[in-house]
T-cell receptor
Framework: DAKTTQPTSMDCAEGRAANLPCNHSTISGNEYVYWYRQIHSQGPQYIIHGLKNNETNEMASLIITEDRKSSTLILPHATLRDTAVYYCIVRAFSGGYNKLIFGAGTRLAVHP | DTGVSQDPRHKITKRGQNVTFRCDPISEHNRLYWYRQTLGQGPEFLTY????????KSRLLSDRFSAERPKGSFSTLEIQRTEQGDSAMYLCASSSSGDEQFFGPGTRLTVL
């Protein structure tokens, strides 16, 4: 599975958009980009994933560059409850078996 | 609540003792994963079950570790002769045929 690079930490003001970048320059054609987050003292929570096209759900938007070497997770209106560690993971989808390889992630702090 | 549950949430033990953790996945999920997370790091994969079959074990899972899922429902993770280096959060996750893994709250183990 391709490795990812994320900033160690970021800050965001409440109500503003939080844009979390991820570099995955060695991504292969069949590998997806997944985002999970982990709020303090809880298990990780799935956010979104995508292959080529931009994706949006009720939690966030995922923007993948045309060359697929980087992506950005966007939380459109960050709240204090979005303070968490955000993990960008790249892996191939293999029929439901989905072992996740986590890095250190980005620690996002949302402040009032 | 139909999410993944783990028991106990916290365990303090003395070095050399055996401990056992339990994970109850979401009822219709046939895939179950165990991860370990140390302070400041992302979760690390330990092992994977599809129904009752243990299909993958990480090299992190030494001979002192054993995991079972006897009837393809709940799973147990046992650590024998605990060491201080075993202190960590042990996370369980389950999934069906889709991409999303659902994580439990974890069991925090402290070995004195």
């Amino acid at each position: 599975d391709a490795k990812t690079t994320q900033p160690t930490s970021m800050d965001c003001a409440e109500g503003r958009a939080a844009n979390l970048p991820c570099n995955h320059s060695t991504i292969s054609g069949n590998e997806y980009v997944y985002w999970y987050r982990q709020i303090h003292s809880q298990g990780p929570q799935y956010i979104i994933h995508g292959l080529k096209n931009n994706e949006t759900n009720e939690m966030a938007s995922l923007i993948i560059t045309e060359d697929r070497k980087s992506s950005t997770l966007i939380l459109p209106h960050a709240t204090l409850r979005d303070t968490a560690v955000y993990y960008c993971i790249v892996r191939a989808f293999s029929g439901g078996y989905n072992k996740l390889i986590f890095g250190a992630g980005t620690r996002l702090a949302v402040h009032p | 609540d139909t999410g993944v549950s783990q028991d106990p949430r916290h365990k303090i033990t003395k070095r050399g003792q055996n401990v056992t953790f339990r994970c109850d996945p979401i009822s219709e999920h046939n895939r179950l994963y165990w991860y370990r997370q140390t302070l400041g790091q992302g979760p690390e994969f330990l092992t994977y079950f599809q129904n009752e079959a243990q299909l993958e074990k990480s090299r992190l899972l030494s001979d002192r570790f054993s995991a079972e899922r006897p009837k393809g429902s709940f799973s147990t993770l046992e650590i024998q002769r605990t060491e201080q280096g075993d202190s960590a959060m042990y996370l369980c996750a389950s999934s069906s045929s889709g991409d999303e893994q659902f994580f439990g709250p974890g069991t925090r183990l402290t070995v004195l």
